[in-house]
């Protein structure tokens, strides 16, 4: 059946549907999940669009002048390294920069030598892998439910939910003004605007959000961006409001490592459980294995 015929199917169905069960039909097939297998590889697609998108509006480094702090967080580490953010750069786009000479995996150690070492890379956002290892097995059916990402910078947790989740609403809040207005974008451009919603803010200022939200996402939000004081508070924060009980709190790195060196007296113990996750979902993939493993889940208590 070519396209128009089988849209012509779908409307005579949903003519000969009882008119009162048609809401809960639309209903259903804007929210099921039973649709996954037929939109996977569009919805890829989509995310590979947006990141050709976002690319072409920010610079290679994709740190912006704003971020003073996180550019000398980056200087500060005891080896070279250089922000490759991982959902614009896959390891395909990074092959062909560096066959292009423009990026490198290696810096110089005897300038003028041929002495070279691997670069450190970090980057501030999930990569489209990460998005769906963590849509499709780390998070359970999110029909329903609210999803807060903590520091949403471009967006791309929200994007990947709009696409491999159920969620019925899915929030950043994002410090820097310059990142919402690209998550603006990007919502304008792919209809988006139903279920994403950005907030301009300091997660500190969103109390109630975070009280409500059924799932949290906080990938590596302060280290890069706060100073050790203000992460401290933050978590404070943080610990404070998050108290739904059986809401879900999704860490990079886990909250043992987010927190050590910080000055906050909290029992994790007495605020959350950590739910085991499976990292053998993909065995014939060749999936960077210790990434996946940076990503711990929690379950408040
Ligand atoms: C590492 S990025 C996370 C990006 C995104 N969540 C992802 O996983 O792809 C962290 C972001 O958190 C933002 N951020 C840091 N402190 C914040 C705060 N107190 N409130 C809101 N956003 C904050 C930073 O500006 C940065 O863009």
Same mark, same amino acid.
């Given at each position: 059946?070519?396209?128009?015929?089988?849209?012509?199917?779908?409307?005579?169905?949903?003519?000969?549907?009882?008119?009162?069960?048609?809401?809960?039909?639309?209903?259903?097939?804007?929210?099921?999940?039973?649709?996954?297998?037929?939109?996977?590889?569009?919805?890829?697609?989509?995310?590979?669009?947006?990141?050709?998108?976002?690319?072409?509006?920010?610079?290679?480094?994709?740190?912006?002048?704003?971020?003073?702090?996180?550019?000398?967080?980056?200087?500060?580490?005891?080896?070279?390294?250089?922000?490759?953010?991982?959902?614009?750069?896959?390891?395909?786009?990074?092959?062909?920069?560096?066959?292009?000479?423009?990026?490198?995996?290696?810096?110089?150690?005897?300038?003028?030598?041929?002495?070279?070492?691997? &670069?450190?890379?970090? #980057?501030?956002?999930? %990569? /489209?892998?990460? +998005?769906?290892?963590?849509? =499709?097995?780390?998070?359970?059916?999110?029909?329903?439910?609210?999803?807060?990402?903590?520091?949403?910078?471009?967006?791309?947790?929200?994007?990947?939910?709009?696409?491999?989740?159920?969620?019925?609403?899915?929030?950043?809040?994002?410090?820097?003004?310059?990142?919402?207005?690209?998550?603006?974008?990007?919502?304008?451009?792919?209809?988006?605007?139903?279920?994403?919603?950005?907030?301009?803010?300091?997660?500190?200022?969103?109390?109630?959000?975070?009280?409500?939200?059924?799932?949290?996402?906080?990938?590596?939000?302060?280290?890069?961006?706060?100073?050790?004081?203000?992460?401290?508070?933050?978590?404070?924060?943080?610990?404070?409001?998050?108290?739904?009980?059986?809401?879900?709190? &999704?860490?990079?790195? #886990?909250?043992?490592? %987010? /927190?050590?060196? +910080?000055?906050?007296?909290? =029992?994790?113990?007495?605020?959350?459980?950590?739910?085991?996750?499976?990292?053998?979902?993909?065995?014939?993939?060749?999936?960077?294995?210790?990434?996946?493993?940076?990503?711990?889940?929690?379950?408040?208590?």
């Amino acid at each position: 059946m070519d396209f128009g015929r089988a849209r012509r199917a779908v409307l005579q169905l949903l003519g000969a549907t009882a008119p009162a069960d048609v809401p809960a039909l639309l209903h259903w097939m804007r929210t099921t999940r039973d649709f996954d297998e037929f939109t996977q590889d569009n919805n890829d697609i989509m995310l590979k669009n947006i990141a050709d998108d976002l690319r072409s509006c920010l610079p290679q480094e994709a740190v912006l002048c704003s971020e003073q702090l996180a550019l000398q967080k980056i200087r500060q580490q005891p080896e070279p390294t250089v922000h490759v953010d991982a959902f614009l750069y896959d390891e395909d786009v990074i092959d062909s920069l560096c066959e292009e000479g423009k990026m490198s995996r290696n810096y110089c150690t005897a300038c003028g030598s041929h002495q070279t070492a691997p &670069l450190g890379f970090i #980057s501030h956002s999930f %990569s /489209l892998e990460e +998005l769906k290892f963590i849509y =499709q097995h780390v998070l359970p059916d999110l029909s329903g439910k609210v999803l807060v990402d903590i520091g949403s910078r471009l967006g791309t947790v929200l994007y990947a939910g709009y696409l491999y989740s159920s969620a019925v609403q899915l929030y950043g809040v994002e410090l820097n003004g310059e990142f919402c207005q690209l998550q603006e974008m990007v919502i304008k451009k792919y209809q988006f605007g139903d279920r994403i919603k950005v907030l301009h803010a300091d997660i500190c200022t969103q109390g109630s959000l975070l009280q409500s939200a059924d799932v949290i996402v906080m990938n590596n939000v302060f280290e890069y961006f706060l100073t050790e004081p203000q992460q401290a508070s933050a978590w404070d924060y943080i610990i404070h409001n998050v108290r739904k009980q059986g809401s879900l709190l &999704l860490t990079v790195p #886990s909250l043992q490592d %987010s /927190l050590l060196g +910080l000055e906050t007296n909290m =029992q994790l113990s007495s605020w959350v459980e950590e739910i085991p996750l499976n990292f053998d979902v993909y065995p014939q993939r060749d999936m960077d294995r210790e990434t996946l493993e940076q990503i711990h889940l929690y379950k408040v208590l």
